[in-house]
């Protein structure tokens, strides 16, 4: 068969003619059809499960602040040093590790 190369920027492909098919030929097969599960369902819900992610993740995101803000204002309101001040009182504050173990 024929060789053909295909450049494109910094990538070279070489590509060998086997026959020639009509485009409409049933048995042609390139190889890069893929009927995997994953690949069926990412082809049909990809984007809501992007978009379940992010909302998912922001969520997350949002809960770790508050829970870790909440954190330093109770040990404000028991006394305790403040973090810019130098205090490390926090860390013995279980609310502030679950804001920022989430």
């Given at each position: 068969?024929?060789?053909?190369?295909?450049?494109?920027?910094?990538?070279?492909?070489?590509?060998?003619?086997?026959?020639?098919?009509?485009?409409?030929d049933?048995?042609?097969?390139?190889?890069?059809?893929?009927?995997?599960?994953?690949?069926r369902?990412?082809?049909n819900?990809?984007?809501?499960?992007?978009?379940?992610?992010?909302?998912?993740?922001?969520?997350?995101?949002?809960?770790?602040?508050?829970?870790?803000?909440?954190g330093?204002?109770?040990?404000?309101?028991?006394?305790?040093?403040?973090?810019?001040?130098?205090?490390?009182?926090?860390?013995?504050d279980?609310?502030?590790w679950?804001?920022?173990?989430?």
């Amino acid at each position: 068969g024929s060789l053909i190369t295909l450049s494109c920027l910094s990538h070279r492909v070489v590509c060998q003619v086997i026959s020639s098919a009509g485009p409409a030929d049933p048995a042609q097969d390139n190889g890069t059809s893929d009927s995997s599960w994953i690949t069926r369902l990412e082809n049909n819900y990809g984007f809501y499960i992007g978009l379940g992610l992010a909302v998912f993740s922001s969520f997350l995101i949002g809960s770790s602040v508050i829970l870790k803000k909440k954190g330093l204002l109770r040990l404000v309101e028991k006394g305790g040093t403040r973090a810019g001040d130098g205090g490390h009182g926090y860390l013995k504050d279980w609310l502030w590790w679950a804001g920022l173990l989430t």
